[in-house]
């Protein structure tokens, strides 16, 4: 099963980021190896101690092979508008991590409400 980066439910910063199940989807991500103490605060900051987002284990292809990984996902519905500012972040974490030109793009392209 593939994955697609979405949006949904509101912050203070409009929709908040999360994926959704996708066949064939595709997103870029970087992976890190954390720490358990890591792991309680990213835990905490991503809110899953609350039920805001919820941790899914998901197998992920790299360069050197499939791995699994832990991603964040939203338990909230789907839809609403990102911010300008959001989107810039995904958009530059991306590039910085190296993703592909036309994922950038079509990151940054994305609807999205300024002046947050």
């Known amino acids: ?10 912050g203070w910063d409009g929709a908040l980021p999360t994926l959704a199940e996708e066949p064939g989807g595709q997103v870029f991500v970087a992976l890190y190896d954390v720490t358990s103490g890591d792991e309680t605060t990213l835990d905490q ?7 805001l987002y919820r941790k899914v284990r ?7 092979g499939e791995m699994t ?12 508008m990102p911010s300008a500012r959001t989107i810039g972040i995904l958009a530059d974490a991306a590039e910085a991590a190296g993703a ?5 793009a079509e990151l940054r392209s ?7």
């Open 110 to 116: 994305r609807p999205c409400v300024s002046g947050w």
């Open 45 to 51: 900051w991503e809110s899953a101690t609350t039920g």
């Open 69 to 80: 990984a832990w991603v964040y996902v939203l338990n909230d519905f789907e839809g609403g």
């Open 100 to 104: 592909p030109d036309d994922y950038i």
């Open 58 to 64: 998901v197998r992920v292809a790299t360069l050197d």
């Open 1 to 10: 099963m593939g994955w697609r980066i979405t949006f949904g439910g509101e």
